[in-house]
């Protein structure tokens, strides 16, 4: 193996560029289950949303209105689980499994037409001499404004969570819809859009695959990094800010271990296409060892349907 | 305005209902479906559910196939059912499926070209084994670490075929395959061979241990403490604990039996229908599988039909595919559309829908 | 009266499936008056309070407001009207802080600094203290309810509800709190006290109305009647007290030795060195505030945990690392406190919820497999002998009425004929029949021999029945005390867990 032919720079730079689609689907994701909703389904408005995306930026040649495009297919197939949770109570475990299944058959279905083609590109952000800084400028300011917009997401979700009305209600509806209800809230209504907003994070993260990382369109194409997101919310004991930490270690296991195969290692293919699954589940161990901190975090009604009676 | 308001009992009628109202509705949304393909949903729909079973000519070939595909999805699924029931999610039967199917076969290829009459029934066990072990891994994590289970059972599918890759173009390859990948064909070697039992109907020894899982699920569900506590720990865990259920136990003996009846699926297959192992051996009976648990109310009987149904719609669908042209595709989203009208439909079991107006603001 | 009434109340009516809850309750409350609204469990308390907040809404009938329509469609709209409400099962969040508990009770809270400000200024000129950023999952019940009422008062109400509030409460920490609220009243806030607790609306209300199935049977000035008198009213008929079989104790029959056992879950409580004797044919009670242990206690005593070696006899023998259903097969049964998805799963059968604890102990299990026909002849058998109020054995746990389906879990441990019995609030949320007779039951088991423990927050249960008594405070046991010894003033030094010194002085 030639450890010295991978460019460690540019594995760091696009580190990054792997992290997003992770990142934007967890970080969507820690706002539904702050809500006190399990959406199992992430892996499925994913791919919803990397179909949508690709389909239309394709049709119009212009990603950004492909984004948008994920986004509302994303949210849309969300509000599907919606419904269907918080409307006619279903459980949400099966719920969210149904809504992968059903939409890694509706975007194989949708995509027909489209594989094999290149998406239009969507452009590296120019951010003058922040760009041409030596070893930074290529690190963290030669991207896309994808992954810029990830991060200023996460930054709000944070914000937002912490220091206003909506968060705080937004929290207490995940702690206890009960006592929110009791209060006077409506946990369906917050619920909801809590939901539409995680889709419309998935879907954004789905389309930068599709658009950006890949850039083409093929049959489940997210291979699992929807469930990876859902780990990674456990991961970050569903703080916004260790979302970060949690796609951009991810994002670097993902880059290393391609750049290992490119490089020839002489660790198999297979070990090395492996070990982002393995490694997400020693994570997964190593934090819910620490069983008493796991449970402090999680929000409390966490999965549990709510059903106004009198 | 509609509401609803919780039934003081579930609702027995509506629980054995829900499933034919969910086929009813989605037979609608699947001609919907079909239509804004392009096609005539009447016939896309006799082509899928009618024809393969009563075709004149395409019958003869694609009935054996009904009781071929039902087969590992039924296994499976009564598998999952044990788990499901007492809210225990293993949703990697796809990962133990292809783990039976490559220790059962790795076991028997070990002994190649012996003619020993026990090679089969030994590479049955070692097949229900290498399920059984690759379901111990989120079972012991969950166990010892409280790890989630869900999450650990799918990442390690992903495992599993990355395994399965390596076994066919590597450890497993045919020695005399003139460098194609998949393993040696198991079964044309008599001594490892899965065969049509009854000739025509497809049925071979993973249909028969269908059957006897059905029963077998059947009799703990109804008459045995273990399915009590099952059910139990599905319905109200405390309860459960309050009664002398170890949660722990039981979460290990649902997802090893599980894995070991998915395990048992796969090695079935790779004896069977499959013939070798391949890199795209598997094709996900084991999601599909989750569909068939949960449409048969996690019933045993409902299970049986259930995975015939959906056998149905895998040999309609490629008849379809063949005929039609509708692409594979539209029958995955087809199972998943199914999947959410009878988990809404669901509702009628626990909930009245009333109209008018309602009490609490 | 020539004064507006501040709440006006007529014909108010609301009906749920199978249940009339409010049938034309007519009554005011006056502007500064501690207003009684007392009634037996299910009377239709809760859900008159609910319709005046604005959680429910009332299918006939009108309320006014300072002469004005009043008909709140959520309880923003109450709040913003000046009514505040402390519920009985809290509407706290456990991993929030105070103040952001506090902000989430309020319409248009002020800046965080300056809310948690406003908090310490009202919660000491009350004299509830309170640090506003403490999480409340961190807080004992009493402060908890502090929490509540601190919410209540920053927003000025003009009417207080407060539902059950001293159920969680020891008795000084009631006289805090009747401080607090004649301290309201003579602020001109008028305060409307649901309760079944007879002494203390005689000592703090101005008028009381009482509720029976729906339906106001009796308005009247609580000082002006005994308790007996209102408990006459509240139940309709004279409830004769529980009666013991007078024998005098046996053996020690179970011996828990510094018992100690880790909480489960991020909020609960540790058990710390608990020890205590049971004698056969003995009722011991154990007293305490919620939270300060009591369902870990059960669990433990239960088997539900594992404790460690040397902690549990029973009879001698070391059972402390035996599991639930092994300690039900040599006569330790137990009962706990959440009816509903505890002691019985709710969308379960009886006949099923009937072998949840008896499968083994009556013998409906062979190799296994499990006798349904016998389970349903036991389900059949409790139903009877208890007088659980069901169309049969067939119907699910949860479509039976609280007192009905706490009846059937006392009665199927009560008929295995165990050697000790463990209950946890075994009347909680009963009605006053029904708790008579399970309170009864418990009587006449230890009459036979079986030795009793009941673990209650209602001290006059406790006083009624258990011939010892020993309180529980943050996981820690008192001594046993003979009842008969006890005043109040001492059992509430017990339960703030000044046990030792009170002991040592008695």
Redesign the interface.
């Known amino acids: 193996m030639d450890l010295s032919s991978i460019n460690w720079l540019l594995l760091l730079a696009s580190l990054m560029v792997a992290a997003t689609p992770i990142l934007l689907a967890a970080i969507g994701e820690l706002v539904v289950e702050k809500a006190g909703v399990l959406n199992l389904g992430v892996e499925g408005m994913m791919i919803m949303g990397a179909v949508c995306g690709f389909i239309i930026a394709v049709e119009t040649g212009s990603a950004p209105l492909g984004f948008v495009a994920a986004a509302a297919g994303g949210a849309l197939l969300s509000m599907l689980f919606g419904v269907l949770t918080q409307f006619l109570m279903s459980n949400q475990v099966a719920t969210g499994l149904a809504l992968t299944l059903f939409g890694l058959g509706l975007s194989a279905l949708m995509g027909q037409g489209y594989i094999g083609i290149k998406a239009p590109g969507i452009g590296k952000l120019d951010l003058g001499p922040l760009s041409d800084l030596p070893v930074l400028g290529t690190i963290l300011f030669r991207h896309d404004a994808m992954v810029y917009v990830s991060i200023a997401i996460v930054i709000a979700v944070w914000a937002f969570l912490k220091f206003t009305r909506g968060g705080l209600i937004l929290r207490a509806v995940g702690e206890s819809h009960d006592a929110a209800h009791a209060l006077g809230y409506n946990v369906i209504r917050v619920r909801l859009m809590a939901i539409a907003f995680g889709g419309g994070c998935a879907g954004l993260g789905g389309a930068y695959l599709s658009l950006v990382r890949v850039p083409s369109w093929t049959e489940g194409m997210t291979a699992g990094a929807g469930w990876i997101a859902l780990a990674i919310v456990v991961f970050a004991s569903w703080k916004a800010g260790r979302i970060i930490v949690g796609a951009y270690l991810f994002g670097g296991i993902t880059v290393l271990q391609l750049n290992l195969q490119a490089a020839g290692a002489k660790i198999p293919v297979e070990v090395l296409s492996m070990s982002p699954y393995l490694i997400t589940i020693i994570v997964l161990v190593v934090i819910s060892a620490d069983r008493k901190r796991a449970a402090h975090n999680a929000p409390a009604d966490l999965g549990k349907s709510f059903h106004a009676s009198h | 305005m509609i509401w609803l308001e919780k039934r003081p009992a579930p609702s027995r009628t509506w629980s054995a209902a829900s499933p034919i109202v969910a086929v009813f509705l989605t037979l609608i949304a699947g001609g919907i479906m079909f239509a804004i393909l392009g096609k005539n949903p009447f016939e896309a729909l006799r082509t899928i559910f009618w024809d393969p079973l009563f075709h004149e000519q395409f019958a003869s070939f694609s009935r054996p196939q009904l009781l071929v595909k039902a087969g590992p999805l039924i296994l499976i699924a009564i598998g999952l059912s044990f788990g499901f029931r007492a809210g225990i999610w293993n949703i990697g039967a796809e990962g133990q499926y292809i783990m039976g199917a490559i220790v059962g076969a790795a076991v028997g290829l070990a002994l190649y070209p012996s003619e020993s009459v026990l090679i089969f029934p030994l590479m049955v066990v070692a097949g229900a084994l290498g399920g059984w072990a690759w379901a111990m891994i989120p079972g012991l994590l969950k166990v010892r670490f409280g790890t989630n289970e869900i999450l650990v059972s799918l990442m390690l599918v992903y495992v599993a075929e990355n395994i399965l890759a390596s076994a066919a173009v590597g450890w497993l390859k045919n020695p005399d395959g003139a460098g194609f990948p998949g393993s040696r064909n198991l079964s044309q070697w008599e001594a490892s061979a899965n065969p049509e039992l009854i000739a025509g109907t497809g049925a071979h020894w993973g249909v028969m241990a269908a059957v006897i899982a059905v029963v077998f699920a059947y009799v703990v569900f109804t008459k045995h403490i273990l399915g009590f506590h099952i059910r139990l720990s599905g319905e109200a865990p405390r309860a459960a604990r309050f009664a002398g259920v170890n949660p722990n136990l039981l979460v290990l003996v649902c997802l090893g039996l599980s894995g070991a009846l998915a395990g048992l699926a796969g090695l079935f297959e790779v004896t069977g229908p499959a013939g070798q192992i391949g890199i795209d051996f598997n094709v996900g009976y084991g999601f599909t599988a989750i569909i068939v648990a949960f449409l048969g109310r996690l019933h045993p009987i409902g299970i049986l039909l259930a995975g015939l149904l959906m056998a149905l719609t895998y040999i309609g669908g490629e008849l379809a595919s063949f005929m039609l042209s509708i692409p594979g595709a539209a029958i995955q989203a087809f199972q998943g559309m199914l999947l959410f009208f009878l988990l809404g439909v669901d509702v009628a079991t626990h909930y009245r829908v009333r109209f008018g107006r309602k009490g609490v603001a | 009266m020539s004064q507006t009434p501040l709440l006006d109340l007529s014909g108010l009516r609301?009906a749920?499936?199978g249940v009339v809850a409010n049938d034309d309750v007519t009554f005011a409350i006056q502007p500064g008056e501690v207003h009684a609204l007392l009634g037996e469990n299910g009377a239709g308390k809760s859900?008159l309070v609910?319709m005046i907040y604005?959680?429910?809404?009332p299918?006939a009938g009108t309320m006014m407001l300072n002469g004005t329509p009043f008909a709140p469609?959520?309880?923003?709209a109450a709040?913003a009207a000046g009514v505040a409400m402390v519920?009985q099962?809290?509407?706290?969040?456990?991993?929030?802080s105070v103040a952001?508990n506090v902000?989430?009770?309020m319409e248009n809270?002020p800046k965080p600094s300056a809310l948690a400000a406003r908090i310490t200024e009202v919660s000491n000129t009350y004299g509830l203290p309170l640090d506003p950023n403490r999480r409340v999952g961190d807080l004992s019940a009493g402060e908890r309810q502090r929490v509540e009422i601190i919410r209540c008062l920053l927003q000025d109400p003009r009417l207080l509800i407060m539902d059950e509030p001293t159920s969680v409460l020891t008795p000084q920490e009631v006289d805090i709190l009747f401080a607090t609220l004649r301290k309201l009243r003579a602020e001109g806030t008028a305060i409307l006290y649901i309760s079944h607790k007879l002494e203390e609306i005689r000592s703090l209300c101005d008028a009381a109305t009482i509720l029976r199935l729906g339906k106001v049977v009796a308005r009247c000035n609580p000082r002006e009647k005994t308790a007996s008198e209102l408990a006459e009213l509240m139940v309709g008929t004279s409830l004769k007290p529980p009666k013991s079989g007078g024998a005098a104790p046996g053996d020690i029959i179970l011996k828990a030795q510094d018992l100690s056992m880790p909480s489960a879950?991020?909020f609960g409580t540790p058990l710390r060195n608990i020890s205590f004797e049971l004698r056969r044919g003995e009722v011991l009670g154990i007293g305490g505030v919620a939270g300060n242990g009591q369902d870990e206690l059960l669990m433990a005593l239960?088997?539900?945990r594992k404790l460690p070696q040397g902690s549990l006899y029973f009879e001698g023998e070391d059972i402390g690392t035996r599991?639930?259903?092994?300690r039900?097969r040599i006569g330790v049964l137990s009962a706990?406190e959440?009816r509903?998805?505890?002691?019985?799963?709710?969308?379960?059968s009886l006949t099923?919820n009937a072998?949840?604890?008896a499968?083994r102990r009556q013998g409906m299990?062979s190799r296994?497999?499990?006798n349904?026909g016998a389970a349903k002849g036991f389900a059949e058998k409790v139903i009877g002998a208890f007088d659980v109020r069901t169309p049969g054995p067939g119907?699910?746990a949860?479509?039976l009425s609280g007192g009905n389906l706490q009846k059937f879990v006392i009665g199927r441990e009560v008929m295995q004929a165990p050697e000790v019995l463990i209950v946890n609030q075994p009347t909680w949320g009963v009605d006053a029949a029904a708790a008579a007779f399970i309170r009864q039951s418990m009587l006449d088991l230890a009459a036979k021999g079986t030795g009793v423990v009941v673990i209650s927050q209602d001290l006059d249960e406790l006083m009624e029945i258990s011939d010892r008594f020993a309180a529980l405070n943050e996981g820690r046991l008192s001594a046993e005390v003979p009842t008969g010894d006890l005043t109040m003033e001492k059992i509430g030094l017990m339960l703030g867990g000044a046990q030792t010194t009170a002991m040592e002085q008695a």
């Open positions: 609301k749920y499936p859900t609910k604005g959680l429910v809404r299918d469609p959520e309880p923003r709040r519920f099962h809290f509407s706290l969040f456990e991993a929030l952001e902000a989430l009770g809270p879950s991020a239960s088997g539900e599991p639930a259903d092994m039900r706990p959440e509903l998805g505890h002691a019985a799963a709710p969308n379960m099923e072998a949840l604890t499968a299990l296994g497999f499990v349904w119907v699910a949860r479509a």
